[in-house]
């Protein structure tokens, strides 16, 4: 991932006289900001069938089990989530808002909306942290911890859900950190180079990614969060 | 082009291959073809290692007491095989060596999209073979290269977490090669290279990347939940405490059924550029063909059930995804009829390339319309886990895409490395394999039918005499595979130079000098006319 946006450096060889961002095998900037920003929609299609086989799964053993997995929403703290939610669709508009910026050509704001979706995305792995730590102190990780007193019939079958939880939110949390590594990446060459109308196609993308990232919790939210909850 | 000068003292004039001199040109390289090389090299090795498996298989199986090995030790083999056969050989073999280096000069670009990221996926193909020589070193896997649940992650007492590792790894390589063909296709045609005129390889390698970026993910993601519940036993697959081993089955299948085709569909693009060639016609019906391999693809992703028929599906399951593989039959049919009338009243030469054409022809409808007894549910029941599905799937794998690739490699060998390979050597070799192949493969659909069962070291004396044709036949093939390797490397030294385009052959790749120049074109070619416009050609060379 980092790679395909890293192909967008200044090529080493110019030999048109062409903007010194033009990469060596396009023809011109249009064709090479269509080729990253359909790059990444591509790998973003991947992305979501890797994701949708998670949640493929998940979907057969919630309706294989359907009383365990409702159980299960007593020991989720929805309120924790809810604010997750809300922070991420803060640090969206932020990153939108970047994305804005860099077509407009203004570092300084650049370089803000990036911080702050930093900060929103440091935000939502702090209480993501905090709630796998309350879920530790509640014995609920499997295969460390696991207890379900109050329900022995769902023992397994709750387990699974749980499984299920540190699966999908980890591997959440692990895009949350590529995420973050991105957008470092990106605050520092923002400083070095100047993005504008012509040459934004890194922070593009970039937000692109982010906005998948923050779309899958969308769907994570309530299907681990709120099952249940209304009964 | 870019920094390259003409050396004085090398005969040849400045290409990809000398454009650069060192090891590290080679691994710190983005130009497609160079990854091609390298992939050429990297698959042939795992072709070898995949082969030294099958020969020791061949051999215990040349008697029918398990003599040479015991059941464990052939269980590993038949695994290790299907493992480095499937996933390191047949997935990467025609889209990663002939996609990465034809691809980009057949729609008329200079480099593929993503050059660094095609260099990944080479190194992302190292580090899980890594994986998988780590495992064969450790004492290798028992499973099957399927790692059906529950056995993998709960009873199997061998290497199963470094195989899976290998495969994950190796699925993103496979990935991003898929984006990156499928970008190059939408946004580096050269001007004029319209989706009606791009070649049907290209067609071909399109929808093996469709299939590479939407089916790859969901086996990365099944066999890290194997992984998983291998190391943890929280119960995702295991019956015993509420998991499913059966959706195991659902999901791997999901993308090993289109995997399937992932590992045809390529050698069928290269069959349409040697048929269409060696015929001196256009191909027949164009549309169609290009048609037919999205098709293939997008049909591809949903009979992943027809082979779950005896593991406990829904019996209404069963019957649509029976229907739905009988459909694939369509697009692969439309395939073979247009080949052949393409070569009706065509100027056939029986050059090499043309040789594996016919036997990939001739294989791979065998190899298909065996497929369709199996998708009969009821037939299938008879058949599963017999030699007759091991006999079935390498008509379509051994004698379909190897076969493709072969001809294939022989077809751009000249384009590759300007040299031209000794004829009469070829001819020889491509006769070895065809009959070596069907020497050791028509038997075991016998053996299947008679009702010998698939994956056993030991078998009833009955079957003898056809399992010692097929060791017999084995050991033809493998000469069959041994030969090219030596006369291919032998015509770097002493071939005849090929020239532009020795067969020719019409395709943006052949108006470039041989071997390509690191950036392809001097200048970025303008396309006027349709694909395969040999009816001038054939005009020019009668009068002139």
Known sequence: MADQAADLNPGTLVEHEHSPFLRHHFEDMGQQFESSTLGMWVFLLTEIMFFGGMFGAYTVYRSMYPDAFASTSRHMIPWLGATNTAVLICSSLTMALAVRSAHLGSRKLVRWMLVLTMIFGLAFIGVKFTEYYLHWKDHLVPWLNFQYPEHPEFFYNAQILFCFYFFMTGFHALHMFVGLGLLSWLLIKNETTLFGPQYYSPVEITGLYWHFVDIVWIFLFPLLYLIGAHG | ?????????????????????????????????????????????????????????????????????????????????????????????????????????MVGARDLA??????????????????????VGLGGVDTGWTFYTPFSSTYSNTWVLPAIMGIFVAGFSSILTGLNFIVTVHKMRAPGMTWGRLPLFVWSQYATALIQILGTPVVAITLALCALERAFHIGIFDPSIGGDPILFQHMFWFYSHPAVYIMILPGMGVISELVTCFSRKRVFGYDFVAAASVGIAVIGFLVWGHHMFVTGQSMYASMVFSILSFLVAVPSAIKIFNWTATMYQGSIRYDTPMLYAFGFIGLFTIGGLTGLFLATTAIDVHLTDTYFVIAHFHYVMVGGMVMAYLGGIHFWWPKMTGRMYSEPWAKFSALIVFVGFNLTFFPQFILGYQGMPRRY????????????????????????????????????KTGKPAGPNPWGAKGLEWTTQSPPTTFNFEKIPVVTEEAYAYAATTEEETVG
């Open chain 2, 1 to 105: 082009m870019s920094t390259a000068v003409q050396d004085p003292r090398t005969q040849s004039p400045v290409n990809y291959l000398n454009a650069e001199d060192g090891l590290k040109s080679w691994l710190l390289t983005t130009d497609h073809k160079r990854i091609a090389i390298l992939y050429l090299i990297s698959i042939t090795v795992f072709f070898m290692i995949g082969g030294f498996f099958a020969v020791l298989m061949r051999l215990e199986l040349a008697t029918p007491p398990g003599d040479l090995f015991n059941s464990d030790t052939y269980n590993k083999l038949f695994t290790m095989h299907g493992i480095v056969m499937v996933f390191f050989f047949l997935v990467p073999s025609i889209p990663a060596t002939l996609g990465n280096f034809l691809l980009p000069m």
């Open chain 2, 114 to 135: 993503f050059p660094r990221v095609n260099l990944l996926s080479w190194y992302l193909y190292i580090i899980g073979g890594i994986f998988v020589v780590a495992t």
């Open chain 2, 457 to 492: 070291h030991a078998y009833a004396p009955e079957f003898h005499v056809l399992n010692v044709m097929s060791s017999c036949g084995a050991s033809i093939l493998g000469i069959g595979y041994i030969l090219p390797l030596i006369y291919l490397l032998a015509s770097l």
